[in-house]
């Protein structure tokens, strides 16, 4: 058996879980913040048994999608020169992050 934690898009995350309850996966949710620009993510914990993981990361990659979003450069308050204003700049976010771990022994009470 395998614990996986799902690091995904706060958009994706609704989608996502329905897919996964459709195919009969049981998963909690987790509201958590990080990432390059500090966005409000989802983290889920989804235990699986190790013939369905691979099963489960086809879901994952085919629901989670990566996004491009316009972000305004940051220049350090020493080096800000007036009249200086970068433009934005299209940078990849979004798509899943997961962490797969064996579980060593799981009770549901």
């Known amino acids: 058996m395998k614990l996986v934690l ?8 609704t989608a996502l879980v329905r897919v996964l309850s459709q195919n009969a996966f049981e998963v909690t949710k987790l509201a958590s913040t990080g990432g390059f620009l500090r966005e409000g993510n989802t983290t889920l914990m989804i235990g699986v048994d190790d013939p369905r993981l691979d099963e489960l990361k086809r879901h994952v990659q ?22 200086l204003v970068g433009d934005p700049v299209e940078v990849p976010v979004g798509g899943a992050v997961m962490f797969v771990m064996g579980v060593q022994e799981f009770i549901k009470v």
């Open 6 to 13: 799902a690091v995904i898009q706060d958009a994706d995350a």
């Open 62 to 83: 085919r629901t989670c999608r990566t996004r491009t979003r316009l972000v305004a450069p940051s220049v350090p308050m020493g080096e800000q020169n007036e009249g």
